[in-house]
DNA sequence: TCAGGTGTTGTTAGCGTTAACAAGGGAGTG
DNA sequence: CACTCCCTTGTTAACGCTAACAACACCTGA
């Protein structure tokens, strides 16, 4: 209403004015600070509503000091994981309150986040969220002496943040513990890249599966999580005569393992069972659906806002750090030897 | 590094008093003024890197009113739609000097949208890039009286603001022409949900092809673009001996056919060829690999930011609507009848 | 020599808000 | 009835920056 086509917007003072109050009795009516009657208050409010009058988030950053506005850095969000993470704080972070300001990364050398991270800061962000799934990233966040409140999503035991993450090695303990209790000899792995956290980690309960087990640990086969590195890896292994069992690294790569058994003839999972990662909308529907381990990005980016949000809130606390635990999901691409 | 743990940020007026200058000229210098000696310069920006100053981007923006951020709405950016339209987005809005605030929402009536435009025109916006794939969201952004420049993107005939989309009739078309051309019948249509402007360009382009080959289009089995949907298209269209050809309209649903099929025992593409669209990553290492039809989305969040951009910076023109062609990927889902 | 331009710098006044303090009026208490 | 206290409102001063204008030095040409 009060359209007031090409003259300027209403601000506070032309509220008054209308309501015949001070600026400062309006200011109070939008803050609900409790002193003020009731019948002023009524009075102002009208006046704002006859106006169309909005508050200027920009000037009241300008003196509290708080944008309301959190940060969040991120690589590649076309991937699936990054996207539904990003998702999650996205949700949380606007039901708590804030706005959110996205820089998505092409490349996460040490220089890439730092500028991020610098450009994000020059934005007057009240906090940041690092979705830094890289060692090297994980790295940089450690050596930068930033002055605003962060949180790594994913990071490793990254300097002085807090950290949220879901539990790598208990998933690739699950998904290797199954596949042994199937009776399977030994298990393969198709890993990611080797730069990443979650891929490392995801090594490492694989083989400390295996070891438990008294099991030899065969040599893994490294992947990028794209499905055409799972495809060659499946080429690999479907020459070896004695794979029965695989756990990869991510669904995609999974995805390019079962195509390559497809076509090489290798049956899933009456010769080879395979294990994925991540469970990704589409895996239910491969062939054949795929079992897979589950990881709740949605609810780590929940918790990446929850607790940097308390950080923004509470004062300067202690660094914390959430894990959540990934879950087993089976399906139909893994059997009894 | 001047860290001055405890103390506050240095202004400008700090940089001034180091630099002996006016704070005007230390203004000045940053916004590279052509009137200042190089002398001075020199030792403003000296000052600068000794007090490890940088300049506060509210307080700018509350006098230039330019926030230099452009906000965006989508649905769902868990898709790999929307995911990598908004990364395209968020490339570019950078590369031109923007930052960008997201907004993502969960479901897209009017009101949805109508509040996510004033959340971003209340933080001071510059300008908005609306990812509106559905019916009832295009409507609404035509019936609002919005005070930022906008553009739409997959929004169809919106209203007064400037389009960005793929041709979704060419691609339906593409798809629909090829099946044709390898000699089916007729080709059947699994759809996605009716709201969608995509859904309904891609059913139009199939049946504008099936009209002027002369052949009668069947009725067309809604999706919802899950997976799951189209699986369970898959089985009705499995049960049906003269199905020969169907086009789905995106990749996850025809994943979800191809399932179906293979369950069922219905060979493709000996027997069924399948044509998907938006060629996803995995649609190549799927069984058979998926012939597709590709949508850039990456130059469509491209091309939104130019034309907003051109529209803020080179004021206030008419609008524009830009139409990306999507592109053909034959790979062995279909085959001669 | 002086008028007029041009290049360089400084001064002042906002932008629209909140914070801090001041002031006035009515109720409660001795 | 005087005094205090609290509730309500107003006044003034920032926040850190840019825009507009003023001022001064220097150079040019008559």
């Known amino acids: 209403m009060g359209s007031t086509l090409g003259r300027r917007l209403p601000v506070m003072a032309d509220v008054a004015r209308e309501a015949g109050v001070s600026h400062q009795t309006v200011s109070r009516v939008l803050n609900d600070h409790p002193n003020v009657r009731s019948e002023t208050r009524t009075r102002v409010l009208e006046a704002i509503d006859k106006l169309g009058y909005r508050r200027n988030l920009v000037a009241r950053a300008l003196v509290t000091k708080h944008s309301r506005t959190l940060g969040v850095v991120s690589f590649d969000t076309t991937l699936y994981g990054p996207a539904s993470t990003v998702y999650g704080i996205e949700q949380a972070a606007r039901a708590a309150g804030y706005f959110v300001s996205i820089v998505s990364l092409k490349s996460i050398d040490k220089a890439g986040v730092r500028d991020a991270l610098d450009y994000l800061a020059d934005q007057g962000v009240d906090g940041i969220v690092v979705v830094a799934p890289q060692r090297s990233a994980a790295q940089a966040l450690a050596d930068l002496p930033l002055g605003v409140p962060t949180v790594a999503v994913e990071g ?68 990028d999580w794209s499905p055409r590195s799972g ?21 995609q790569m999974a995805l390019g393992v ?31 659906p795929l079992t897979t381990i589950r990881q709740d990005f949605d609810a780590v980016g929940r918790h990446s806002i929850e607790v940097l949000v308390r950080q923004l809130e509470g004062g300067p606390q202690e660094r914390e750090r959430l894990v959540v635990p990934p879950t087993f999901v089976p399906r139909v691409s893994t059997a009894r030897v």
Chains 1, 2 share one sequence.
């Open 258 to 288: 079962l195509r390559a058994f497809t076509e090489q003839g290798v049956r899933v999972p009456e010769r080879v069972s395979v294990v994925g990662f991540d469970d990704i909308p589409e895996s239910e529907f491969f062939s054949p």
């Open 231 to 251: 495809y060659e890896a499946g080429r690999s292994l479907a020459s070896m005569r004695n794979v029965t069992a695989v756990f990869v690294a991510n669904d």
């Open 156 to 223: 490793g035991q990254a300097g002085d943040v807090s950290v949220v993450c879901v539990d790598q090695v208990a998933g690739g303990r699950l998904a290797t513990e199954h596949l042994l209790s199937l009776g399977h000899e030994t298990v393969w792995h198709v890993s990611g890249p080797s730069d990443w956290l979650e891929a490392e980690g995801r090594v490492a309960g694989w083989r400390a599966a295996l070891e438990e087990a008294g099991r030899e640990a065969p040599r893994p086969l490294a992947g």
